[in-house]
T-cell receptor, first 115, second 108 residues
Framework: GAVVSQHPSWVICKSGTSVKIECRSL??????MFWYRQFPKQSLMLMAT?????????EQGVEKDKFLINHASLTLSTLTVTSAHPEDSSFYIC???????????FGPGTRLLVL | GQQVMQIPQYQHVQEGEDFTTYCNSS?????IQWYKQRPGGHPVFLIQ?????EVKKQKRLTFQFGEAKKNSSLHITATQTTDVGTYFC????????FGQGTRLTINP
C-alpha cells in the first residue's frame, strides 16, 4: 500500500494562531488526498477532498476559509487551521487513495492542541 | 452519503474469548471496508468486501458481507492482547463514511 507521512505529529499552539499540517505521499503520486478529523473517542469525519492543481472540495459544515487546503504537487497536500481556537483541538489525519482501488492509506495523524 | 451504524460501541473481553462487531446500513452498499486503529494510532486498512455474501479470512479475523449488502461483521476468534484497538467499518468510493467504531479492550 501507499506510504503516507504527516508533519508535525504534535502541535500545541495559542488560541488565534494558524497551524499548517503537511501530508506527503512518499511512494505514490496522489492526485487526490483526503483530510479527516477525529475528536477523542469519536469516529473519523471527512473534512475535505484535496485535489492536485485545483480547489479542495469541502464537506458540509466545514469552513473553507478556516481550513485552508493547498495541494500544489502530486505528493504534498497542506491543511492550515487559521486562527485556531480550543474547539479546533483534534486529531487531523490525511489519506491517499491508491489508484483504482477504493482502499485508503492513512498518514500517522497530527494531534493539535489549542490552548 | 450513506450512513453505517456500528455496534457495539465498546466491548471488553477476556483474552482468548471471541469478539464480533457489526455494521448495518438501511441502504445497499457498494462495498464495505474495515480498519483497525490502535490506541494513539491511525486507522490501518484491513480488508474490503464487495460481493454479496462474501466471506474473507485473515488468520483469526473473519469478515462477512451480508447477502443484501446492507450489513457486515468482523469476528475475531480467540482474542489476543495485540487485538486491542478500535475497529471501524467504512463505506464509499474515495470519500469514506465511517461507522462509529467498536473499541475492544482485553483483560489478559
Amino acid at each position: 500500500g501507499a506510504v503516507v507521512s504527516q508533519h508535525p505529529s504534535w502541535v500545541i499552539c495559542k488560541s488565534g494562531t494558524s497551524v499548517k499540517i503537511e501530508c506527503r505521499s512518499l511512494d505514490f503520486q496522489a492526485t487526490t488526498m483526503f483530510w479527516y478529523r477525529q475528536f477523542p473517542k469519536q469516529s473519523l469525519m471527512l473534512m475535505a477532498t484535496s485535489n492536485e492543481g485545483s480547489k479542495a472540495t469541502y464537506e458540509q459544515g466545514v469552513e473553507k476559509d478556516k481550513f485552508l487546503i493547498n495541494h500544489a504537487s502530486l505528493t504534498l497536500s497542506t491543511l492550515t487551521v487559521t486562527s485556531a481556537h480550543p474547539e479546533d483541538s483534534s486529531f487531523y489525519i490525511c489519506s491517499v487513495s491508491s489508484g483504482s482501488k477504493e482502499t485508503q492509506y492513512f498518514g500517522p495523524g497530527t494531534r493539535l492542541l489549542v490552548l | 452519503g450513506q450512513q453505517v451504524m456500528q455496534i457495539p460501541q465498546y466491548q471488553h473481553v477476556q483474552e482468548g474469548e471471541d469478539f464480533t462487531t457489526y455494521c448495518n446500513s438501511s441502504t445497499t452498499l457498494s462495498n464495505i471496508q474495515w480498519y483497525k486503529q490502535r490506541p494513539g494510532g491511525h486507522p490501518v486498512f484491513l480488508i474490503q468486501l464487495v460481493k454479496s455474501g462474501e466471506v474473507k479470512k485473515q488468520k483469526r479475523l473473519t469478515f462477512q458481507f451480508g447477502e443484501a449488502k446492507k450489513n457486515s461483521s468482523l469476528h475475531i476468534t480467540a482474542t489476543q492482547t495485540t487485538d486491542v484497538g478500535t475497529y471501524f467499518c467504512a463505506q464509499g468510493a474515495q470519500k469514506l463514511v465511517f461507522g462509529q467504531g467498536t473499541r475492544l479492550t482485553i483483560n489478559p
